[in-house]
C-alpha cells in the first residue's frame, strides 16, 4: 500500500518557523519525485515545491523562495519542508504528493502529474 503522512503544521506566528515533515512507505522514496502543495479555504491547490527523484534538483514557487527549502532522506524515506519567516498568506492545509520522474515537470505544478497524496496538515499563521 502506497501512503504518504504529513505532520509538523500548527500555529504560528508571523515570522515564525514550521518544518512540515512527508514519510513515505510503500515504495522507495529515491524513485518518485516528490512535491509539496497546498490549499487555502475557498482558494485551488497551488504548488510549494517539488524535488527531484535523482539528482536532488528543487523548484520553488515565487512566493516562498528563499523562505522555504525542501530537502529529502532517502535512508529515512522521509521529505521535509522547512518554512521560515511565515506570513499569514501562506496559511493552509499542505499536502505532500509523489509523482513519477519522467511525468511530473518541477515547476508546473501540475496536479495531475502526481499519483498519490498525503491527507494534509493545517499550517495557520496568525498573531
Known amino acids: 500500500q502506497l501512503q504518504l503522512v504529513e505532520s509538523g503544521g500548527g500555529l504560528v506566528q508571523p515570522g515564525g518557523s514550521l518544518r512540515l515533515s512527508c514519510v513515505v512507505s510503500g515504495f522507495p522514496l529515491e524513485n518518485y519525485v516528490i512535491g509539496w502543495f497546498r490549499q487555502a479555504p475557498g482558494k485551488e491547490r497551488e504548488g510549494v515545491s517539488c524535488?527531484?527523484?535523482?539528482?536532488?534538483?528543487?523548484a520553488y514557487a515565487d512566493s516562498v523562495k528563499g523562505r522555504f527549502t525542501i530537502s529529502r532522506d532517502n535512508a529515512k524515506n522521509t521529505v521535509y519542508l522547512q518554512t521560515n519567516s511565515l506570513k499569514p498568506e501562506d496559511t493552509g492545509v499542505y499536502y505532500c504528493a509523489a509523482g513519477q520522474p519522467g511525468i511530473v515537470v518541477l515547476s508546473t505544478w501540475d496536479v495531475l502529474e502526481y499519483d498519490y497524496w498525503g491527507q494534509g496538515t493545517q499550517v495557520t499563521v496568525s498573531s
Open positions: 524535488i527531484s527523484s535523482s539528482d536532488g534538483n528543487t
